[in-house]
């Protein structure tokens, strides 16, 4: 598997913005930021503002985007030969199961009523036939 901790797939803690890096907040800027708006920050007083360093780039490189499709796409097929795989057969089998428990009850209920439906139709038919047997004999 890909090492997990790679520095050219952005986390949750990065600041992006899509079509434009220059407007992206370095790190040091969102501390500058935050320190001095908030109150509970003492040494706020002692960061300068001007001190903020910037890239030698002069803005935030965009990641290569097929090269984090490609690990992504790797980090999938890895995780669908493993535990993925697993977890979807659970699945299947869950509802696989679920299904064929629905299809014997609508059988059955389809046969029970096929069957008393019939039976009823027997039980009449075999009455009257004797019914017309006793009549013959007397």
């Given at each position: 598997m890909a090492d997990p901790i790679d520095e050219s797939i952005p986390v949750l803690t990065d600041v992006l913005v899509s079509g434009a890096p220059e407007m992206a907040r370095s790190r040091a800027q969102w501390l500058v930021e935050r320190c001095t708006t908030e109150p509970a920050c003492t040494h706020a007083s002692r960061i300068d503002a001007d001190f903020v360093p910037v890239p030698p780039d002069g803005g935030w490189?965009?990641?290569?985007v097929d090269r984090i499709v490609e690990r992504l796409r790797a980090r999938l097929?890895?995780?669908?030969?493993?535990?993925g795989r697993d977890a979807i057969e659970a699945r299947c089998r869950e509802a696989f199961a679920e299904h064929a428990g629905w299809l014997v009850s609508q059988v059955t209920r389809e046969v029970v009523l096929t069957l008393e439906t019939e039976?009823?139709?027997?039980?009449?038919?075999?009455?009257?036939?004797?019914?017309?047997?006793?009549?013959?004999?007397?």
């Open positions: 490189a965009a990641p290569d097929g890895v995780y669908l030969t493993g535990e039976l009823e139709q027997w039980v009449h038919d075999a009455l009257d036939a004797e019914i017309e047997q006793r009549a013959d004999q007397h």
